[in-house]
């Protein structure tokens, strides 16, 4: 997708990175970009302890509740300007593109609140299975030099 962006920049005769729709874009790519690597550090290499883990999720829950918002912001920025190019001299005549950009922007920004509502109730979280309690005990035990049956 980013590299669609420049393409059609470039074939249009745009400048890139030329507004605040651009920046939050590109912020929100590298973000997202940077969360996937380091998740993956964290949660899939085998060689991370269980404590870093541990101290990590909640960073990793904030920035994934962050890019997410920044994401939304993305999009009600690019609908704006998208606006402001095509019928900024029609825009207060209620044409249907901009009663269509409207609509799509209060929707966004419902979305994003009910979202954002639901990943911050604790008690709608899904519990942890059994077998993944036990299986993160032993895994917790094993990276600090125990046995997983608790004896030496």
Request: proline content about 5%; hydrophobic content about 45%; aromatic content about 14%.
């Amino acid at each position: 997708g980013i590299i669609a962006v420049f393409e059609s920049h470039r074939t249009k005769g745009i400048p890139d990175m030329y507004s605040l729709h651009s920046w939050c874009g590109m912020a929100t790519f590298v973000l997202y970009l940077l969360q996937w690597f380091l998740g993956c550090g964290f949660f899939l290499f085998p060689g991370a302890s269980f404590s870093l883990r541990g101290c990590y999720k909640p960073q990793h829950i904030f920035f994934g509740i962050t890019l997410f918002i920044l994401s939304i912001t993305s999009c009600l920025l690019g609908i704006t300007e998208m606006l402001l190019f095509k019928i900024s001299d029609s825009y207060s005549h209620f044409v249907p593109e901009g009663i269509l950009a409207n609509t799509l922007g209060v929707l966004l920004v419902a979305f994003g609140l009910v979202v954002t509502y639901v990943l911050t109730r604790e008690e709608w979280k899904r519990p942890p299975l059994a077998e993944e309690l036990a299986l993160s005990m032993d895994f917790k035990t094993l990276t600090e030099g125990e046995s997983p049956g608790g004896g030496s």
